[in-house]
């Protein structure tokens, strides 16, 4: 706990004084980012530099929503492009329909939308295409067994 400033003295002497104390006792030696150069000191004053310091720290990214919903679509283009079957590439692009479509319905602050929900018949067509064709397996079809005529049509 600090100690409480003396009545009569001035507060750039005390605290003066609080810090020479500090360095005779090495409070101050090895403090990470020692010797080292202030961050973004030539940059431009940000009042909102707190935050995107943070952003950048906690490795995230903020986009209007209709911007992430651009990318949200190109992700799910491409998922389905690499989708291991058709009804995995029609769940993808039904999801992402919805959302384009409740976008649509309520518009939100920032960039324009400019998306329309994808055809999913086109891109499942697409997708088709894009596969190599692979022969059907082979079943094996059981061997018939053979039939016994019934005893009444044996007799003549």
Do not use: C, H
């Amino acid at each position: 706990m600090a100690e409480r400033k003396p009545p009569g003295v001035s507060f750039e002497t005390f605290i003066d004084k609080q810090i020479r104390e500090a360095t005779d006792r090495g409070e101050f030696d090895n403090l990470p980012g020692a010797g080292k150069p202030i961050p973004g000191l030539g940059k431009p004053r940000d009042e909102m530099w707190w935050v995107s310091q943070k952003l950048r720290r906690e490795n995230l990214t903020y986009l209007p929503p209709s911007l992430a919903l651009r990318k949200a679509a190109e992700d799910a283009l491409m998922a389905a492009k690499a989708a291991g079957s058709e009804s995995e590439v029609r769940q993808l692009l039904a999801d992402i329909n919805d959302k384009i479509l409740a976008a649509i319905r309520r518009p939100s602050v920032g960039p324009p939308l400019n998306l329309m929900p994808f055809d999913i018949e086109q891109v499942v067509a697409d997708w088709r295409a894009a596969r190599p064709i692979e022969p059907e397996p082979v079943v094996p079809q059981p061997e018939p067994t053979p039939t016994r005529k019934p005893r009444w049509w044996r007799r003549r």
